[in-house]
């Protein structure tokens, strides 16, 4: 069965540095998402992505972070500066199309800051 | 600001019991979706209910939208140890649009 695919499993990085978040949705399936889950509390709604733009981005989403597909499959998670807060599991989501369809999550990815 | 409360947070109960899991909003959603939530791993689908009233049941498992399309209820009959786990509502208000997670309820289930 079709899944979506996240990499790394674990990122650990220093305060202040970049880090590339990457997810491989499923192969059909044409919105992609972002959220995050900060140990112990909900998860949050990052942006989401449609026809190689952003179609809605929650208070969130600043400028430290911006998302690209960069070719046929991936979808990439960028936080440019990253800060103490920003450590959770980021999950990325694909639907196939619009209206009533189900998100489908991957694994995540852990990303600790120091 | 568009919520969803989950309700109870935590349950703890014996096996064989029966339970029900709460999601409440004052908004309306297009669509509302359970999933299950292991340790340091992503969502995974139960279910997708769309219609006002729906009811969809996966073996032991009976999800229900109510008519309004507002709130939403999970319901377990003889819960099994296998059961344990963390269950999330999630609610879509648009097409292709965000979904908007509860709060999660934590069940664990004693032999």
């Known amino acids: 069965e079709p899944e979506v695919t996240q990499t790394p499993s674990h990122q650990v990085t220093q305060m202040g540095q970049e880090v590339i978040l990457r997810c491989v949705p499923i192969s059909n399936h044409l919105y992609f998402y972002w959220y995050r889950q900060i140990l112990g509390q909900k998860v949050e709604f990052l942006v989401s992505f449609y026809n190689n733009e952003i179609s809605e981005k929650s208070e969130i989403f600043d400028d430290q972070f911006s998302v690209e597909r960069p070719d046929g499959s991936n979808f990439t998670l960028k936080i440019r500066s990253t800060k103490l807060e920003d450590s959770a599991m980021y999950f990325c989501?694909?639907?196939?199309?619009?209206?009533?369809?189900?998100?489908?999550f991957g694994p995540g990815t852990r990303l600790t800051v120091l | 600001t568009q919520l969803l409360e989950q309700s109870p947070q935590f349950l703890s109960i014996q096996e064989g019991e029966n339970l029900t899991v709460y999601c409440n909003s004052s908004s309306v959603f297009s669509s509302l979706q359970w999933y299950r939530q292991e340790p340091g791993e992503g969502p995974v689908l139960l279910v997708t209910v769309v219609t006002g009233g729906e009811v969809k049941k996966l073996k032991r498992l009976t999800f229900q939208f109510g008519d309004a399309r507002k709130d939403s209820s999970l319901h377990i009959t003889a819960a099994q140890p296998g059961d344990t786990g963390l269950y999330l509502c999630a609610g879509e208000r648009n097409q292709g649009g965000k979904l908007i997670f509860g709060q999660g309820t934590e069940l664990s289930v004693k032999p």
């Open positions: 989501a694909s639907t196939a199309s619009g209206g009533t369809d189900t998100q489908y």
